[in-house]
Structures are given as structure tokens and as C-alpha cells.
């Protein structure tokens, strides 16, 4: 099937979705308000669905125009940073890239390669989609992002996994805590400890709970929460200790918090980059992925 339509009818869905009606729309695109509805007309004929459902008061997305909006985002957004790339190289360069991160690496380790990259390309914008394992997985599989940072995906036959590194977990507490002074525990010296730790829904949680119980190691968890953020911040009030990836934790030396290896077993999560099998990164996103890869590939050598 041959899908006759012009990038400005896919702009025209956008602009309608954006600004909550057809009269803004089309004055944010200076065409006029039949224009634009001849425009929609003809792009969900050529699609053979409805994207839109029309009210005298308000406009609202159809199930096919919901699962259609994000693509459509991200066509536009790598067929401007294809035009804008050509010829250009350095400090002109422009783009977008989209990615998904699991919280766990978006927190700490993600915005400093983000700040390296900006230095070398400052014209070049981002979209960091923060999510749980699965939901991140969903993103790439959708096509919402480029690519995807977690660490789950070998088992989906439409993505690919790229493993960068393994990321083992640590203790992270405060300064003042009678465990901070030892350089490195065992998971049987944690027997006792208050330990806060995130939800057993999460990913990261499941992959944890699973390798201790293999080694019948029963943790105390004092609180459980939904959001990295969060377990740190109790842990900086002092309210107990928690057991989180190492890249979870700050990186630099952190006025409060400290973190500390756990052996007997050591335990890790294979962190690396997901991606739809045979798509193609974007100029600028192919980009920051190497200098993603390489960044990590550092801070697994530097622990």
C-alpha cells in the first residue's frame, strides 16, 4: 500500500493534539482553520482509521491516533536532525535525541555524559523518558525513543541488547553509620541492619530478592519506597541504610552519603543499551550513544 500524505498533515495532527483544537492549530501552522481539517480528512484516509474525535467543545485522540502521536513525534523530530546534520559537524551540529532510562541509571551516572556530550555538541536537545524496567523495554519496542538503558531485553526477539557492564550492589549510608567504617561487607554483616530499599515490584528489587534467596539471606527492610530519589533521601536523614546498584549512588564524594562493596555473594544486574533490532539511529543519537558506551565502559573500570 503506497501512504500518500505530506509532512505537513503529520505536522497538522500535532499542532491540532498540542494546542487542544483546530482554530490555535492552525494559527500556530498560518493556514487557515478548513485547510487544516482538509489536511487531517486526508491523512486518516490515506490511514484508513480516525485519529481524532471531534466535539462542538474539544478534540481528543482516538486509540489509533494515541498509538500513532509518538511515532509521528519522533519521524519528525529524526527527519529535522537528518536535515540539519548535513554538512554540519562539531558545535553546529543540531538534533534530538530520544532515549529511555531506567531510574537507576538516569539519577547519578546519565547527567554527567549528558554534560559531556553538550559540551562537544551544545545545539543538539534531549528527551529522557525515566521508567521502570518493563516500561522502558515498552518505549524502545514502540518506537516512543531510539534506544533504551536498562538492564533487561536479551529475551524480546525484536530487541537488541548491548551489555556495557556489570553493576553490582552496594550499601549506600551515611557517613556516621557504624557500617560506613568498614570498606567491605558481607550480605551476613546487613543481618539486623534497617535497610530501606525499593518497592518489591520493581525490577531491581525482584532481581535482588531473587539472587538472596539462593543463599538464603534474609534482609531486614525497615521502608520500602517507589523512587530511587527517595530511598536516598531517607538515607541522608539517617533513618537506616539501603542496598541499591552501584551506579545508583553518588558518584563523587558526597557530603553524607557513602557507599560500600557487599561480597559473599557479589551480586550484579547487566546494565547495557536496548534497541529495536535493524532500526537506525539518528545522527545525533548514534552519537551519543558512543559516547555513552564509553563513559560506562569507564565507570565500571574505575570501581
Known sequence: ??????????????????????????????????????????????????????????????????????????????????????????????????????????????????????????????????????????????????????????????????????????????????LAAVEELTWADLRGVPLIGVSRASGNRLLLDAALSKSDIQLQWLCEVNHLSTSLGLVETGLGASVLPRLATPQDDHPFIVSRRIKDPVITRTLGIVERRHAHLSPAAQRFRDMLAANWSDAAKDD
Open 1 to 178: 500500500m503506497r501512504l500518500n500524505f505530506e509532512l505537513l498533515d503529520l505536522r497538522a495532527f500535532l499542532a491540532v493534539i498540542d494546542f487542544g483544537g483546530f482554530h490555535k492549530a492552525a494559527e500556530h501552522l498560518a493556514i487557515s482553520q478548513p485547510a487544516l481539517s482538509r489536511r487531517i480528512q486526508g491523512l486518516e484516509a490515506t490511514l484508513g482509521a480516525q485519529l481524532l474525535e471531534r466535539t462542538t467543545r474539544s478534540v481528543s485522540m482516538t486509540a489509533v491516533g494515541r498509538q500513532l502521536e509518538p511515532l509521528v513525534r519522533r519521524m519528525i523530530d529524526e527527519f529535522e536532525s537528518a536535515l540539519l546534520s548535513v554538512g554540519d559537524v562539531g558545535r553546529a551540529q543540531h538534533g534530538q535525541v530520544h532515549i529511555a532510562c531506567i531510574p537507576t541509571a538516569a539519577f547519578y551516572f546519565l547527567p554527567k555524559v549528558v554534560q559531556a556530550f553538550n559540551a562537544i555538541y551544545p545545539k543538539i536537545r534531549f528527551r529522557i523518558v525515566d521508567e521502570g524496567a518493563a516500561e522502558c523495554l515498552a518505549s524502545v519496542a514502540r518506537g516512543e525513543v531510539e534506544f533504551g538503558l536498562n538492564f533487561m531485553g536479551a529475551s524480546d526477539p525484536d530487541l537488541t541488547f548491548t551489555a556495557l557492564t556489570d553493576d553490582p550492589f552496594v550499601l549506600a549510608c551515611r557517613r556516621d553509620h557504624p
